[in-house]
């Protein structure tokens, strides 16, 4: 905005706090949560917008593997997206440790951070809003 340098550190230093806490931006004239935050609402058009924390757990309603990412220093490909029901709001966020096998039996995941990137030579290593499932007990458990 007004010229803080050149790379890409600046900008992975503008969206370190959306990266490292789970947040959303609320807007104020129509109350939609959006995740990851945004500066303007898409769907009123708003700029008055607030950061508002989000639960670290929700519902997985439905997932994809992705197997084209962008960036060419991700640490794995695929990697599995998810649709996770916060109450507050639905995000779209990458999934972890989870077997594609399992993914069926998965209801409820829940926030971690977790390592996605490295850059080589100035050695910045990303990290970002991951879910995992939680894992449930099973009454009168065989499991
Ligand atoms: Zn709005």
Avoid at 77 to 101: F, H, N, W
């Amino acid at each position: 905005m007004n010229g803080v340098g050149a790379g890409s550190l600046p900008r992975w230093w503008r969206n370190r706090i959306p990266r490292y806490r789970l947040v959303g931006a609320k807007c104020k004239v129509c109350g939609r949560i959006h995740y990851p935050p945004r500066e303007a609402c898409p769907y009123c058009g708003s700029r008055d917008l607030e950061i508002v924390p989000l639960p670290r757990r929700g519902k997985l309603l439905s997932y994809t593997h992705v197997f084209s990412v962008p960036g060419d220093n991700r640490l794995s490909t695929p990697i599995i997206l998810g649709l996770v029901d916060l109450g507050s709001a639905k995000v779209i966020a990458e999934l972890t440790d989870v077997l594609p096998e399992e993914l069926p039996n998965v209801k409820e995941v829940e926030a971690v951070v977790r390592k996605v990137e490295e850059q080589g030579g100035n050695g910045v290593i990303g990290y970002a809003i991951k879910f995992r499932p939680v894992l449930q007990a099973t009454p009168g458990g065989q499991g």
